[in-house]
Every structure is written in C-alpha cells, then in structure tokens.
C-alpha cells in the first residue's frame, strides 16, 4: 500500500471517509507539522506523542520547537518559513500550539485569524492549538473536568496536577517531565471529552474572552487511532 498522503482535493470526497473496520487502520496518518515554543511542557508532550506516532507510521509527525520566547502570531511565520524551506507541498495540517499566558489579547486573537485564513489561502489546514490560561489545562482535564477562571488558575492548575499525579503514585507535577504523555494517555478519551464540554461554554467568545479553555484535543482527537 502506498504510503502518500491523500491528495488534498480528495479529502473530503465520500470514497475518502467510508467507515474503517474496527481496529483496522486503512490509512497512514497524513503528514502533520507541530510548531511549539519553550524548553520544557509543550516540546516533551509532543516530542513524545510524535515518538508514539512516528513509530509506526515513520516521518508523519514533524514537531518544531522554538526555544526563544516569540508572540504567537510569530509562531506562524516561523512555520511558513519552514515549510516553504524544506517541504511546500507535503503537510496536510500545520497545527501551531501557544499559550495566553501574558500575551495581548489582539496577538492571541489574531493568531487564530490569521490559521484560519491560511487555510482559505494555501488549501492545507491551519490548526491555531491555543489554551487559555496555559498547557496545563490540557494536563487536567485528563483528570477532572475544569471550569473556574481566576488570577491565579496557573499556579492552581499546578497544585491540582499534583494532588492528582500523587494519587496515581506519581510525584509531583514540574514543567519538565518528560512522562506526562505516557502518565495521562490511558485518560485521553476523558480529558478530550472534558476539553469539548469546555469549548461549548465558551462558542460565542473570542480566543482571549474564552477562560479557562484549549483546543489541544483537537490534535489527539485526530491522531488516537493511530496511537
């Protein structure tokens, strides 16, 4: 069979979605781009999920890693760059991760603006992977559905990672371990479900508006069948 991905005008033809028998994968997963910054949270979630991934379908997964600190609508012109650099014409999905933190709110909403218009523009898919406050978030709702918003919902989500992670027998939640991935993949299907009930509070409102929030699952929900 061959590995290429699917033509980009055939994805949403009807004999590109017939139903796939149970536990019988028809496809290789198309060719994803990850483009993070940070030294820590992000880089090893992903680096581990494209790990997970590339094992068995080599080379689908490309995770970029900008280590200096940069706005989020910067994000995407460093991913253009790369792909026009090294492969223009072979990612089906660009998904650009990036936290509110203590960006402005009009970087962090035109970061979403300008995905969505790449998408109009280029015939590939721009994923603009925002949470709102940080990372974090995602990590929780492995665990427990989450909903309050207040001045210090970094520092709680932290707290609650751990008291969760202890009861697992786990230790105590740090920006750099290189285990979450692993430590929360059986509850994927909960924190997806969570992120989902959270998303749906939050339909009418900006990315900046919309707290706490993440959009994280989109790419495990669209990846978990090849895990």
């Not at 880089?43 to 494209?50: E, H, I, N, V």
């Not at 697992?168 to 920006?175: A, D, E, H, T």
């Not at 009930?197 to 495990?220: I, W």
Request: glycine share 4%; charged share 30%.
């Amino acid at each position: 069979m061959s590995n290429k991905p699917k033509k980009r005008s055939d994805q949403d033809k009807a004999w590109n979605n017939r139903p796939r028998a149970s536990g019988f994968r028809l496809y290789e997963p198309d060719y994803h781009l990850i483009i993070t910054q940070g030294t820590d949270t992000e880089p090893l979630y992903f680096d581990a999920l494209q790990k997970a991934i590339n094992a068995r379908s080599p080379g689908r997964i490309e995770l970029r890693v900008e280590s200096k600190p940069v706005a989020p609508s910067q994000l995407i012109g460093l991913a253009k760059a790369f792909i026009d650099q090294n492969a223009p014409l072979r990612y089906v999905d660009i998904w650009v991760v990036y936290d509110k933190d203590d960006f402005t709110d009009a970087d962090f909403n035109k970061t979403q603006e300008m995905c969505d218009n790449l998408t109009k523009e280029t015939g590939a898919r721009w994923h603009a992977l925002w949470s709102n406050q940080c990372f974090e978030l995602w990590f929780l709702l492995h665990f427990c559905y989450y909903q309050t918003a207040d001045g210090k919902m970094r520092r709680n989500l932290q707290d609650k990672l751990t008291e969760h992670l202890s009861e697992l027998g786990s230790g105590n939640y740090k920006k750099d371990r290189a285990d979450m991935f692993t430590i929360l993949r059986p509850k994927l299907d909960d924190a997806i479900r969570h992120a989902k009930c959270l998303e749906s509070l939050h339909m009418q409102k900006s990315p900046a508006q919309s707290e706490p929030c993440t959009k994280v699952y989109r790419l495990l929900e669209m990846l978990r069948e090849y895990l």
